[in-house]
């Protein structure tokens, strides 16, 4: 952590040095008898240098202008790292500070230099009141009987496995004290402070091993039929989880629109395709946040598979994904949309779609939206591109993937994507054209990875607390 601008333009140089050297890197050969594997190992090490004293700069940037304010501690632990940003944020130099404690500028470098180490409960709390922050803190005192392992156990009662709590909830230094079974009352009361102000829920029933309460009310207030097979606990407590980190993107989100939403799906298939090209994931993702509509992708198995919430005037779409097929993706955003578009969401009401997104899916307004989707892929000439490949192949379905790739590249449509409409009007039918379907599907970037860097590009993840922002980029990743 950066505690004074003199660190902050050390680091800064620093930064400057790790690049060149990273450059250089780059730009020459491994040399003979150096393992390759080794130079790769050194490369990543300087870049991950590099990205950690580029935090360490941003976040100092952050408290200086202001732009962070308010500070969490989940441990007594965290005060003094929180007293220094607190000092940085209210602009103050330590000679100042010192000042109003009437003590020498000397003795706050050196509590800040060994975090406060030794300093007094009264030391702590005069600084604390010279800074002018307010603290304020519970004690708990978890049952005695509590261990790692039951604990985990009951926070499985959510609906949310302990796989996904140690992956996505907590730190990773937290989860591998967990797995380990090293976890003390300590760890188990920092989960819980976690688990309550992601959730929503008492930590005191968290700690007593209560079965908890959810509040749904703020998620949604339309939810579609559940299939049998999938638990409406884990749907519910993972839509909470998503429409926390949706309200943290509406927080740290920067610019404002810069065009509008077009009013048909031709205007939107005309903005977004390029000419002679067919639409693609990246270029409708990137339309969408020029209309100011936030798209969180998150990789994870289970749950539901898309959302949309309106927070504070603001459209979050949320894609839940783990196929790497362009065109599931494509369709699923398109159809997300479609709900914005057709008036499905407000601040009073949000969509999930708890069941995989398809043309199968029954109700007027899955319907609706299904619709938006292919008109918009295809520019509502889903029925001439049906008759086109019913011509191309003379009504034999065995040519019919023989004859999809021209079709698709003479009408400037996502190959992908037509061969699942033919799949879905073949089964109709009653024919099985799935797999066919399935072979001929375009491989390319990650589209998890397309819709994270491009949120990445339009956030200011130090907006957020560091407890917020850890959160967030956990979500983020594809483990």
Same mark, same amino acid.
């Given at each position: 952590?950066?505690?004074?601008?003199?660190?902050?333009?050390?680091?800064?140089?620093?930064?400057?040095?790790?690049?060149?050297?990273?450059?250089?890197?780059g730009?020459?050969?491994?040399?003979?008898?150096?393992?390759?594997?080794? /130079?790769?190992v050194?490369?990543?090490?300087?870049?991950?240098?590099?990205?950690?004293?580029?935090?360490? !700069?941003?976040?100092? =940037?952050?408290?200086?202008?202001?732009?962070?304010?308010?500070? @969490?501690?989940?441990?007594?632990?965290?005060?003094? *790292?929180?007293?220094?940003?607190?000092?940085?944020?209210?602009?103050?130099?330590?000679?100042?500070?010192?000042?109003?404690?009437?003590?020498?500028?000397?003795?706050?470098?050196?509590?800040?230099?060994?975090?406060?180490?030794?300093?007094?409960?009264?030391?702590?709390?005069?600084?604390?009141?010279?800074?002018? !922050?307010?603290?304020?803190?519970?004690?708990?005192?978890?049952?005695?009987?509590?261990?790692?392992?039951?604990?985990?156990?009951?926070?499985?009662?959510?609906?949310?496995?302990?796989?996904?709590?140690?992956?996505?909830?907590?730190?990773? $230094?937290?989860?591998? #004290?967990?797995?380990?079974?090293?976890?003390?009352?300590?760890?188990?009361?920092?989960?819980?402070?976690?688990?309550?102000?992601?959730?929503?829920?008492?930590?005191?029933?968290?700690?007593? #091993?209560?079965?908890?309460?959810?509040?749904?009310?703020? &998620?949604?207030?339309?939810?579609?039929?559940?299939?049998?097979r &999938?638990?409406?606990? *884990?749907?519910?407590?993972?839509?909470?989880?998503?429409?926390?980190?949706?309200?943290?993107?509406?927080?740290?989100?920067e610019? @404002?629109?810069?065009?509008? #939403?077009?009013?048909?799906?031709?205007d939107f298939?005309?903005?977004?395709?390029?000419?002679?090209? /067919?639409?693609?994931?990246?270029?409708?993702?990137?339309?969408?946040?020029?209309?100011?509509?936030?798209?969180?992708?998150?990789?994870?198995?289970g749950?539901?598979?898309?959302?949309?919430?309106?927070?504070?005037?603001?459209? !979050?779409?949320?894609?839940?994904?783990?196929?790497?097929?362009?065109?599931?993706?494509?369709?699923?955003?398109?159809h997300?949309?479609?709900?914005?578009?057709?008036? $499905?969401?407000? $601040?009073?009401?949000?969509?999930?779609?708890?069941?995989?997104?398809?043309?199968?899916?029954?109700?007027?307004?899955?319907?609706?939206?299904?619709?938006?989707?292919?008109?918009?892929?295809?520019?509502?000439?889903?029925? =001439?591109?049906?008759?086109?490949?019913?011509? /191309?192949?003379?009504?034999?379905?065995?040519?019919?993937?023989?004859?999809?790739?021209?079709?698709?590249?003479?009408?400037?449509?996502?190959?992908?994507?037509?061969?699942?409409? #033919?799949?879905?009007?073949?089964?109709?039918q009653?024919?099985n054209w799935?797999?066919?379907?399935?072979?001929?599907?375009?491989?390319?970037?990650?589209?998890?990875?397309?819709?994270?860097?491009?949120?990445?590009?339009?956030?200011?993840?130090?907006?957020?607390?560091?407890?917020?922002?850890?959160?967030?980029?956990?979500a983020?990743?594809?483990?």
């Open positions: 952590m950066i505690k004074n601008d003199r660190q902050y333009r050390l680091t800064k140089a620093q930064v400057r040095t790790f690049e060149n050297a990273l450059a250089d890197l730009g020459q050969p491994v040399p003979r008898g150096v393992d390759p594997a080794l /130079a790769s050194q490369q990543r090490a300087l870049e991950s240098q590099v990205e950690e004293m580029i935090s360490d !700069v941003q976040q100092y =940037e952050a408290l200086k202008t202001g732009k962070v304010t308010a500070f @969490e501690a989940h441990s007594i632990d965290e005060l003094p *790292a929180l007293l220094v940003k607190a000092r940085i944020a209210r602009g103050m130099t330590h000679k100042e500070l010192a000042e109003r404690l009437h003590v020498k500028e000397q003795q706050v470098q050196r509590w800040e230099s060994i975090d406060y180490c030794g300093a007094s409960i009264e030391n702590l709390k005069a600084i604390a009141d010279a800074l002018g !922050v307010v603290l304020t803190q519970r004690l708990f005192v978890p049952r005695s009987g509590v261990t790692p392992k039951k604990f985990l156990s009951s926070l499985n009662e959510t609906g949310l496995s302990s796989d996904f709590i140690l992956r996505r909830i907590v730190s990773p $230094d937290l989860a591998s #004290m967990f797995r380990s079974e090293t976890a003390g009352l300590k760890e188990i009361v920092n989960t819980s402070g976690t688990m309550a102000k992601v959730f929503g829920l008492k930590m005191t029933d968290l700690l007593e #091993m209560k079965a908890p309460r959810f509040d749904y009310s703020a &998620v949604a207030a339309a939810r579609f039929k559940l299939p049998a &999938v638990s409406k606990e *884990a749907v519910s407590a993972y839509a909470v989880y998503a429409h926390y980190l949706a309200a943290l993107l509406v927080q740290c989100v610019g @404002e629109a810069t065009r509008s #939403m077009p009013n048909t799906s031709h298939h005309r903005a977004v395709s390029a000419p002679g090209k /067919a639409m693609n994931f990246e270029a409708a993702i990137r339309f969408l946040w020029d209309c100011g509509i936030i798209v969180l992708p998150l990789c994870e198995a749950g539901f598979h898309g959302a949309v919430w309106k927070i504070r005037d603001r459209f !979050v779409v949320v894609l839940k994904q783990t196929t790497q097929l362009e065109s599931r993706w494509l369709y699923d955003v398109l997300e949309t479609g709900h914005i578009k057709n008036g $499905d969401v407000s $601040d009073e009401a949000s969509l999930i779609e708890e069941q995989e997104i398809s043309p199968e899916i029954s109700g007027t307004e899955e319907e609706a939206a299904n619709e938006w989707a292919e008109n918009t892929i295809f520019d509502g000439r889903s029925g =001439e591109l049906e008759a086109a490949c019913t011509k /191309a192949c003379n009504g034999q379905l065995q040519k019919l993937k023989a004859v999809l790739p021209r079709l698709a590249k003479a009408y400037n449509v996502n190959l992908g994507s037509l061969a699942n409409h #033919m799949a879905y009007r073949l089964a109709q009653n024919e799935w797999g066919a379907a399935n072979n001929l599907q375009t491989t390319g970037r990650n589209p998890f990875g397309i819709a994270r860097e491009i949120l990445l590009e339009r956030i200011n993840l130090f907006q957020l607390s560091p407890f917020d922002r850890e959160l967030l980029q956990r983020l990743t594809e483990e």
